[in-house]
């Protein structure tokens, strides 16, 4: 059997035709910057994450980049977020010319700490943190209840990477009513990317916000500060959603739902999986809490609804397992190998600090595959051979 880490094909055989159809009339009707296939997808991202106000941009990377350029994030400022993310999340950080700060990540979700954002901020004496980037990692919110208690605590505004994580739910820390990811911070940024859970036909991205003028800069910038054409009082970029982007982006929005629904379900089968077998009790493989599953059984324990970007489980002898899995035509993948705080590109620029939760992380983690179509025998043939590899 051949198992994929995701099959981009499949979904597309189910929407192809409307797909070119609608791609064929955002190319007849010759208006191919902005236009209504954009504003359209504002409207309709930004009301499915009950937000006020949607901005789309070039792609996740250009949304984070936009929103601390709105923020005014420059040199000698700060940025306090994780050292477990993808490599966009520190480097708008250093593309303002800002400096990264670094709090831990809990070992069970690998999101942000809060404990060690604390104190961080504590001794944030010179109130060089201008911005609180927390990342809702594999598509599960980071803690944002504690974080945006210290955000108004310290009064730093909270830019969401939700990149991953469009949909993920979190109940607002006074009514408890489940939020959206993206619409709890200031603003949330998203990624259009292929692999993510929606996903274009190439890069793309959006803002959401509830402030209104802060989507208004959003929008001067993403269009290289003008306002009005050719009067720049900013500096922005061309950070602009392409009109094709948009429309196929339309078009799978009305199926993300579902597909966030056989992602978790996967994710749940792949729980019962492990259950059965002695791997998780050996402590040789971790898999994704349980806990994390349901709205309704969450009660006491962990507040998430999580939408599985990714199911990442923490595994003994990473590296063997990997080159076995492939061997037996399984698809897997490191997210991600390095942490942050360890990239070279840093070496010179900020002293090197023990972050062992995410160096730990970064050892030891492996994404197989979630992806909505993935079968339950897949999933058997995974969970399968995995055991096999330690029984070998
Ligand atoms: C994908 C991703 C981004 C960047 O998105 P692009 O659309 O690829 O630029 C940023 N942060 C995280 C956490 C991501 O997973």
Same mark, same amino acid.
């Not at 009707?29 to 499915?48: F, K, N, R």
């Not at 939700?162 to 979190?170: K, L, N, P, S, T």
């Given at each position: 059997?051949?198992?994929?880490?995701?099959?981009?094909?499949?979904?597309?055989?189910?929407?192809?035709?409307?797909?070119?159809?609608?791609?064929?009339?955002?190319?007849?009707?010759?208006?191919?910057?902005?236009?209504?296939?954009?504003?359209?997808?504002?409207?309709?991202?930004?009301?499915?994450?009950?937000?006020?106000?949607?901005?789309?941009?070039?792609?996740?990377?250009?949304?984070?980049?936009?929103?601390?350029?709105?923020?005014?994030?420059?040199?000698?400022?700060?940025?306090?977020?994780?050292?477990?993310?993808?490599?966009?999340?520190?480097?708008?950080?250093?593309?303002?010319?800002?400096?990264?700060?670094?709090?831990?990540?809990?070992?069970?979700?690998?999101?942000?700490?809060?404990?060690?954002?604390?104190?961080?901020?504590?001794?944030?004496?010179?109130?060089?943190?201008?911005?609180?980037?927390?990342?809702?990692?594999?598509?599960?919110?980071?803690?944002?209840?504690?974080?945006?208690?210290?955000?108004?605590?310290?009064?730093?505004?909270?830019?969401?990477?939700?990149?991953?994580?469009?949909?993920?739910?979190?109940?607002?820390?006074?009514?408890?009513?489940?939020?959206?990811?993206?619409?709890?911070?200031?603003?949330?940024?998203?990624?259009?990317?292929?692999?993510?859970?929606?996903?274009?036909?190439?890069?793309?991205?959006?803002?959401?916000?509830?402030?209104?003028?802060?989507?208004?800069?959003?929008?001067?910038?993403?269009?290289?500060?003008?306002?009005?054409?050719?009067?720049?009082?900013?500096?922005?970029?061309?950070?602009?959603?392409?009109?094709?982007?948009?429309?196929?982006?339309?078009?799978? !929005?009305?199926?993300? $739902?579902?597909?966030? #629904?056989?992602?978790? &379900?996967? *994710?749940?089968?792949?729980? %019962? /999986?492990? =259950? @059965?077998?002695?791997?998780?009790?050996?402590?040789?493989?971790?898999?994704?809490?349980?806990?994390?599953?349901?709205?309704?059984?969450?009660?006491?324990?962990?507040?998430?609804?999580?939408?599985?970007?990714?199911?990442?489980?923490?595994?003994?002898?990473?590296?063997?397992?990997?080159?076995?899995?492939?061997?037996?035509?399984?698809?897997?993948?490191?997210?991600?190998?390095?942490? !942050?705080?360890?990239? $070279?590109?840093?070496? #010179?620029?900020?002293? &090197?600090? *023990?972050?062992?939760?995410? %160096? /730990?992380? =970064? @050892?030891?983690?492996?994404?197989?595959?979630?992806?909505?179509?993935?079968?339950?025998?897949?999933?058997?043939?995974?969970?399968?051979?995995?055991?096999?590899?330690?029984?070998?």
């Amino acid at each position: 059997m051949k198992v994929p880490l995701l099959d981009l094909g499949i979904q597309l055989q189910s929407m192809r035709e409307e797909i070119v159809t609608a791609v064929t009339n955002v190319i007849d009707s010759t208006t191919y910057i902005q236009g209504p296939e954009v504003v359209a997808l504002e409207e309709e991202v930004a009301s499915y994450c009950g937000a006020k106000y949607g901005v789309g941009v070039s792609s996740g990377t250009d949304a984070l980049l936009v929103s601390l350029m709105a923020l005014g994030v420059g040199p000698g400022d700060r940025v306090l977020t994780t050292p477990y993310s993808f490599f966009a999340t520190m480097g708008v950080v250093l593309r303002c010319g800002a400096t990264p700060v670094f709090a831990d990540i809990d070992p069970i979700s690998y999101n942000i700490d809060p404990q060690a954002m604390q104190e961080i901020l504590a001794g944030d004496k010179e109130k060089s943190i201008k911005a609180i980037l927390p990342v809702h990692l594999y598509g599960q919110c980071a803690d944002m209840g504690a974080i945006l208690t210290l955000a108004a605590e310290y009064g730093i505004p909270v830019i969401e990477d939700a990149a991953q994580a469009i949909g993920a739910e979190y109940p607002d820390v006074s009514s408890g009513e489940w939020v959206k990811s993206g619409a709890m911070g200031l603003a949330g940024c998203f990624s259009f990317f292929p692999s993510k859970n929606l996903g274009g036909i190439g890069d793309g991205g959006m803002v959401v916000t509830n402030d209104s003028a802060f989507a208004d800069l959003l929008r001067m910038l993403r269009n290289h500060g003008a306002e009005p054409k050719y009067y720049h009082s900013r500096i922005g970029g061309n950070f602009r959603l392409d009109p094709i982007q948009a429309t196929v982006l339309r078009i799978k !929005l009305k199926h993300l $739902e579902q597909w966030h #629904g056989d992602r978790r &379900k996967n *994710a749940s089968h792949y729980n %019962e /999986l492990f =259950a @059965q077998t002695a791997l998780v009790q050996d402590k040789r493989v971790g898999v994704p809490t349980a806990v994390y599953l349901n709205k309704a059984n969450e009660a006491g324990g962990n507040k998430n609804y999580h939408i599985y970007n990714q199911y990442v489980i923490r595994v003994q002898d990473r590296d063997a397992l990997i080159d076995w899995l492939r061997s037996h035509d399984i698809g897997c993948e490191i997210y991600y190998p390095v942490a !942050l705080h360890e990239q $070279e590109c840093l070496r #010179g620029l900020l002293d &090197k600090e *023990a972050l062992p939760n995410a %160096e /730990l992380a =970064a @050892q030891s983690t492996l994404a197989l595959p979630i992806y909505p179509e993935l079968t339950p025998a897949m999933q058997e043939y995974v969970v399968e051979k995995i055991v096999a590899f330690y029984e070998r």
